[in-house]
């Protein structure tokens, strides 16, 4: 009986305490843990001012910023002044910014002859030299830029889109040495003091591409996100382009279609956001937009693009912990809802903007979300389960 009774009375208190977490506590932790929303408006130096352009136009001040590294060579690798001192301006003027930073991983031309000037002009670059720490220098110098600049806590997209062929750092046949030199760089921007705040994101492009991307993930312990870039494009049959001549209906099943592709396709949104959760990791989409694309296969003003992935976005069950709108004309699509740097740029996509504002304006986007707090709602998730099997 006495011992039953110390059970009971355990047992009582865990309930109490799973309660205490699961009750007005987790209904708050799930209103500050909805997914962050940030916008790329071209890179530094005017990037940051366009950010907040965005801002006034969304009618929501919790955005986050996001920039590329230049290609040319390794200095730009490194985070210059000139890049990382705008976006120390930026971050310091709103508490709760934070940038998100495409870092290249082998300079130069496509075919890797190398830089054309800094360190290392003319020398071919590799993956096997670069799995051998050869190029860690530079990774160190980037770490040291961005804690002396206030960025410590930057998300970096390393080698982003590394199962497309379009960049010097295509990981196609280089899978493991790609791994490697990940491994390499995360452990050398870690060891620099300041820099234990920075997180990893692996983010391969939608689709199977050249390769599956997971043949190239480096391994949990030096990664922080998974992510995947997703646009409304589509070469599925029935879906784009869309004829001229073609009804709202049909229209609006070729979107639905091209949906169906991005959503349940070969390494689309399913795969990649369970490949997340399957590695206990927060899940990103780091560029995502409408798209018209000179060669039709766009899906043109698409507000129920717009709304599937804001359905996807806020599902809990995604884990989503930030993403980013990619709100440009690049020179292989325009995805461009907002007016601009001026204020007076009218989008090619108005239906899909007044739906983007209407998601993701003013109030409908709630506060910031970070591994640490997602982590913190997971335990609490695991402590109300065992409290509820220790009812039973």
Same mark, same amino acid.
């Given at each position: 009986?006495?011992?039953?009774?110390?059970?009971?009375?355990?047992?009582?208190?865990?309930?109490?305490?799973?309660?205490?977490?699961?009750?007005?506590?987790?209904?708050?932790?799930?209103?500050?843990?909805?997914?962050?929303?940030?916008?790329?408006?071209?890179?530094?130096?005017?990037?940051?001012?366009?950010?907040?352009?965005?801002?006034?136009?969304?009618?929501?001040?919790?955005? #986050?910023?996001?920039?590329?590294?230049?290609?040319?060579?390794?200095?730009?690798?490194?985070?210059?002044?000139?890049?990382?001192?705008?976006?120390?301006?930026?971050?310091?003027?709103?508490?709760?910014?934070? *940038?998100?930073?495409?870092?290249? *991983?082998?300079?130069?031309?496509?075919?890797?002859?190398?830089?054309?000037?800094?360190?290392?002009?003319?020398?071919?670059?590799?993956?096997?030299?670069?799995?051998?720490?050869?190029?860690?220098?530079?990774?160190?110098? *980037?770490?040291?830029?961005?804690?002396?600049?206030?960025?410590?806590?930057?998300?970096?997209?390393?080698?982003?889109?590394?199962?497309?062929?379009?960049?010097?750092?295509?990981?196609?046949?280089?899978?493991?040495?790609?791994?490697?030199?990940?491994?390499?760089?995360?452990?050398?921007?870690?060891?620099?003091?300041?820099?234990?705040?920075?997180?990893?994101?692996?983010?391969?492009?939608?689709?199977?591409?050249?390769?599956?991307?997971?043949?190239?993930?480096?391994?949990?312990?030096?990664?922080?996100?998974?992510?995947?870039?997703?646009?409304?494009?589509?070469?599925?049959?029935?879906?784009?382009?869309?004829?001229?001549?073609?009804?709202?209906?049909?229209?609006?099943?070729?979107?639905?279609?091209?949906?169906?592709?991005?959503? #349940?396709?070969?390494?689309?949104?399913?795969? #990649?956001?369970?490949?997340?959760?399957?590695?206990?990791?927060?899940?990103?989409?780091?560029?995502?937009?409408?798209?018209?694309?000179?060669?039709?296969?766009?899906?043109?003003?698409?507000?129920?693009?717009?709304?599937?992935?804001?359905?996807?976005?806020?599902?809990?069950?995604?884990?989503?912990?930030?993403?980013?709108?990619?709100?440009?004309?690049?020179?292989?699509?325009?995805?461009?809802?907002?007016?601009?740097?001026?204020?007076?740029?009218?989008?090619?996509?108005?239906?899909?903007?007044?739906?983007?504002?209407?998601?993701?304006?003013?109030?409908?986007?709630?506060?910031?979300?970070?591994?640490?707090?997602?982590?913190?709602?997971?335990?609490?998730?695991?402590?109300?389960?065992?409290?509820?099997?220790?009812?039973?």
């Amino acid at each position: 009986m006495k011992v039953n009774s110390i059970v009971r009375r355990n047992v009582a208190l865990f309930v109490a305490l799973a309660a205490s977490v699961s009750a007005p506590a987790n209904a708050a932790a799930v209103a500050t843990l909805a997914p962050q929303l940030a916008v790329y408006r071209w890179g530094a130096p005017k990037g940051p001012a366009q950010v907040d352009t965005y801002i006034k136009w969304l009618g929501n001040s919790n955005v #986050w910023g996001e920039d590329f590294e230049p290609n040319e060579h390794w200095y730009g690798i490194e985070g210059g002044s000139w890049q990382t001192g705008p976006w120390s301006d930026w971050k310091k003027a709103q508490p709760g910014r934070k *940038l998100i930073l495409s870092v290249t *991983l082998l300079p130069g031309s496509w075919d890797r002859k190398g830089p054309k000037s800094g360190p290392g002009a003319g020398k071919p670059v590799s993956f096997d030299d670069a799995a051998a720490g050869a190029y860690n220098v530079h990774y160190k110098a *980037l770490a040291e830029n961005l804690v002396k600049a206030g960025l410590g806590d930057s998300i970096l997209r390393l080698g982003w889109e590394m199962n497309g062929g379009w960049y010097t750092w295509r990981a196609g046949g280089s899978e493991k040495q790609f791994a490697e030199y990940w491994r390499q760089i995360v452990k050398t921007m870690r060891a620099v003091p300041g820099a234990q705040d920075l997180k990893f994101c692996f983010n391969p492009a939608s689709g199977w591409l050249q390769f599956p991307a997971e043949a190239c993930y480096p391994g949990d312990d030096y990664v922080d996100y998974v992510g995947v870039d997703l646009y409304d494009q589509s070469w599925a049959p029935g879906t784009y382009p869309i004829p001229k001549d073609a009804t709202a209906d049909e229209i609006l099943t070729r979107q639905k279609g091209a949906w169906k592709e991005l959503y #349940w396709g070969n390494h689309g949104l399913v795969f #990649w956001s369970k490949f997340a959760k399957d590695h206990n990791k927060a899940f990103s989409i780091p560029e995502w937009g409408v798209c018209h694309r000179g060669d039709g296969h766009g899906g043109e003003d698409n507000p129920f693009f717009v709304e599937q992935m804001a359905k996807f976005i806020n599902d809990p069950a995604n884990n989503v912990g930030f993403h980013c709108y990619f709100d440009v004309i690049a020179g292989d699509g325009d995805h461009m809802l907002s007016t601009g740097e001026t204020g007076t740029m009218v989008t090619k996509f108005p239906q899909s903007a007044a739906k983007f504002k209407e998601l993701f304006g003013g109030s409908k986007t709630a506060s910031p979300r970070s591994n640490e707090a997602i982590d913190e709602q997971r335990d609490g998730g695991r402590l109300v389960r065992a409290a509820r099997f220790a009812q039973l």
